[in-house]
């Protein structure tokens, strides 16, 4: 009689186990069905052209115009999309026209470390494509080979921190709304209202 009464505890625990194992199975296959896996994934080829990157830059009246092939080969190179190296840029100095990318050449605003030159708090360049490089750089070595973050949304929060006093959330829907507007060919974002 023990061993009967030992052996239904053990199946209930057993069954217990299988039932718990299987609802968490359905949980992580219900978020991981939310959000695609490929779901604006940085590293990959460009899904835009160099002179669809130029005729985005010219349109906004960026000092960097006339240099989309090199943002676009630095992206190559690095195999991250160009097409997030451009939206960040639009993001962070609407392309160089503001703050201090403009005195800095920088495409991302990126802080000051050891072993660059610096202005503002930020790293500085002598040419807009030695920031492209770097901003490429950055992104590959650091954010998707180190820390493993792959998508726009993962790497934000580290990117532009809201210690930093950066509104997370709209900077992850900007860049993604970017990204998404260029690779249907469309030059203007869509929440810029129009041009400059």
């Known amino acids: 009689m023990r061993r009967l009464l030992l052996l ?11 039932v718990s194992w299987l609802a968490e199975g359905s949980r992580f296959a219900a978020r991981s069905a939310a959000v695609p896996a490929a779901s604006f994934r940085v590293v ?19 000092p960097a115009a006339g240099l989309g092939q090199a943002l676009y080969d630095e992206g190559v190179a690095a195999g991250i999309d ?3 190296a451009l939206a960040f840029f639009w ?21 000051c470390s050891a072993g660059y030159a610096c202005r503002g708090g930020y790293r500085s360049y002598a040419t807009w494509q030695a920031g492209f490089a770097d901003w490429y750089r950055l992104i590959r070595d650091l954010y ?7 998508t726009v949304a993962q790497i934000v929060p580290v990117y532009a921190p809201s210690a930093d006093h950066n509104d997370v959330q709209a900077y992850i829907r900007a860049v993604e709304q970017a990204v998404t507007d260029w690779r249907r060919g469309q030059v203007g974002v869509s929440e810029d209202n129009g041009l400059p």
């Open 8 to 18: 239904c505890c053990l199946l209930l625990l057993l069954m217990f186990a299988a």
């Open 44 to 62: 990959g080829s460009p899904s835009i052209s160099a002179s669809f990157i130029d005729q985005v830059l010219t349109a906004y009246q960026s």
């Open 82 to 84: 160009p097409v997030y």
């Open 91 to 111: 993001h962070e100095s609407t392309f160089g026209r503001y703050g201090w990318a403009r005195v800095n050449r920088s495409l991302g605003n990126i802080r």
């Open 144 to 150: 998707v080979n180190q820390l493993g973050l792959q």
